[in-house]
């Protein structure tokens, strides 16, 4: 009997001393300017939290901004995942910011931290027009209600020319100044968040105090092991939620929750490859990359055979459009426009003499390729001035490289020196006199590419060869003669 009651306690010992799982919670660390890179590494943390079966997602957000094409993206990715997210706004959740804070399930903010001022502003910082601060609002507002968060307190957070004012029933409401001015005179407001109009007028920008009384954050967290500490995942009706244990006292016990207090913490770290297409999707690198890229193909036709210019420029040009596809930026179709409008190019400079349609049609291809890009990367003046300023820097390096080489040794070997002048026996035949020709061999004087001079007996004659260039001294026969164009054709002895 003494032994049965013994092996019955060491039962129920070991039934509770089972170990409970740990919640799992992944860390997504938003540091810097958003942008299209940034976006890349936020979706790769999101894909492995849902491959780790993750209780929660916290974003540690400290930024000034950043592309809003990016932020949208970056929204839409927040709202596809069925893992409860919360934004913790560590220092400062500004413009693009603000609004992937209002994109997650909670908002905590440490203390003395800020969140607003979501107006989109040019390169220059001035403001941007109506039609793209419309749509800003309109992306803004959509994301708040999508979150049951107050749509006026995020449109005054875009819109400067909106009064946010706390009415003396309680609401929280954006006005446009005639509706200001009409609550004003009903004596209808209790409190000015945000002056808006014209002269005065202020983004709405919210501290972590402002935050909380306004009713946009849920809560106030000095780091994140407290924020952990303090939240609850509740599953309620087939579908978990993040809530702090504050809240869930007034939910119903019997729901299944997990604690995130304690919970295994896996921050996703920037990969190598993260970092590096951040850093070449960054507008100032992706414009240096398009004009030393460009330019090194440039001085590489000017120049015969292959050489370190144009292996530059060939890697600049990868690295651009390699940055880009990864960065998930529909890019395909524009690489290959690029490279067929290089090609066109090619046959315009090797074999088609003159310029004509395949350098048109180039030309056309490549400023195609290169303006769908910028402009599915960047915001369309970002796009524009980016694009702008790397063409005149292309345009400069290709400049001084024509004013420069021509100095060169190598410049020397394919650029034609030989001054022409009567008194050194050059003449130009009477075109009658060119049929005769035909048949005869010469010898090459310059470097044929596809034009130079030939002599033939005593004559110097202009000649164009056809098919490959032809070196100095090289024996070339006339094959073809049309008006003052001799044709000729190397022969190998």
């Keep these: 009997m003494l032994m049965f009651i013994r092996l019955w306690l060491f039962f129920l010992l070991a039934l509770f001393c089972i170990p409970i799982q740990a ?18 590494y936020i979706k790769h943390g999101i894909e492995a939290a849902e491959a780790g079966n993750s209780d929660a997602i916290i974003f540690d957000i400290d930024t000034p901004g950043g592309a809003v094409n990016a932020a949208k993206d970056i929204i839409d990715d ?17 413009s693009a910011g603000a609004m992937i804070s ?18 989109p502003v040019s390169l220059q910082g001035q403001e941007a027009g109506e039609k793209i601060v419309s749509y800003v609002r309109g992306k803004i507002e959509a994301t708040a209600e999508r979150q049951g968060r107050n749509p006026d307190i995020a449109k005054a957070m875009v819109d400067k020319k909106l009064w946010l004012v706390k ?4 609401n929280i409401v954006a006005l446009r100044s005639d509706e200001y001015e009409k609550r004003r005179e009903a004596d209808e407001i209790e409190e000015v968040i945000a002056s808006g109009g014209e002269s005065e007028a202020e983004l709405l920008t919210l501290t972590t105090e402002g935050a909380i009384k306004y009713q946009l954050a849920e809560a106030v967290a000095e780091s994140l092991d407290a924020l952990l500490e303090m939240y609850l995942i509740v599953e309620v009706n ?17 729901l299944p929750f997990v604690a995130l207090k304690n919970a295994n913490q896996n921050t996703v770290e920037l990969t190598l490859a993260d970092r590096m297409v951040i850093f070449l999707t960054s507008p100032i690198i992706a414009g240096l990359l398009l004009s030393l890229g460009t330019a090194g193909l440039f001085i590489e036709i000017r120049s015969p055979g292959f050489g370190i210019p144009g292996l530059l420029g060939l890697l600049c040009l990868s690295l651009f459009f390699g940055g880009h596809l990864l960065s ?13 409008g290089v090609c066109l190019l090619l046959l315009e400079a090797f074999v088609i003499p003159g310029f004509g349609i395949a350098g048109i049609l180039g030309l056309g291809c490549i400023l195609f390729s290169i303006f769908f890009i910028f402009s599915q990367a960047y915001e369309t003046e970002q796009a524009i001035t980016t694009l702008s300023v790397s063409v005149l820097m292309t345009v400069s390096l290709c400049v001084i490289a024509a004013y420069l080489l021509p100095k060169t040794r190598t410049w020397n070997n394919f650029v034609l020196q030989t001054e022409m002048v009567s008194e050194q026996g050059f003449h130009s035949a009477p075109r009658e006199d060119f049929q005769h020709y035909i048949g005869q061999l010469g010898t090459a004087l310059t470097t044929l ?21 032809v070196d100095p001294e090289s024996t070339v026969k006339v094959v073809q003669v049309e008006g003052a164009n001799v044709y000729v054709e190397e022969v190998l002895v």
């Design 328 to 340: 998930h930026v529909d890019a395909e179709y524009a690489l290959l426009a690029f490279v067929f």
């Design 449 to 469: 590419r596809p034009s130079g001079t030939i002599r033939i007996g005593e004559d110097r004659l202009d000649a164009i060869s056809i098919g490959n260039f």
């Design 23 to 40: 919640a799992q919670v992944y860390i997504i660390r938003i540091r810097s300017e958003i942008g299209n890179g940034l976006r890349v």
């Design 78 to 94: 927040i709202h596809q995942t069925n893992i409860p997210t919360i934004a913790y706004v560590n220092n400062e959740a500004i």
């Design 238 to 254: 087939g579908t978990r939620q993040a809530m702090t244990r504050e809240n869930f006292e007034f939910m119903d016990k019997d």
């Design 167 to 170: 009415l003396k029933n309680g």
């Design 102 to 119: 209002l994109a997650c399930d909670q908002i905590v903010m440490r203390g003395g931290g800020t969140i607003g001022d979501s107006a």
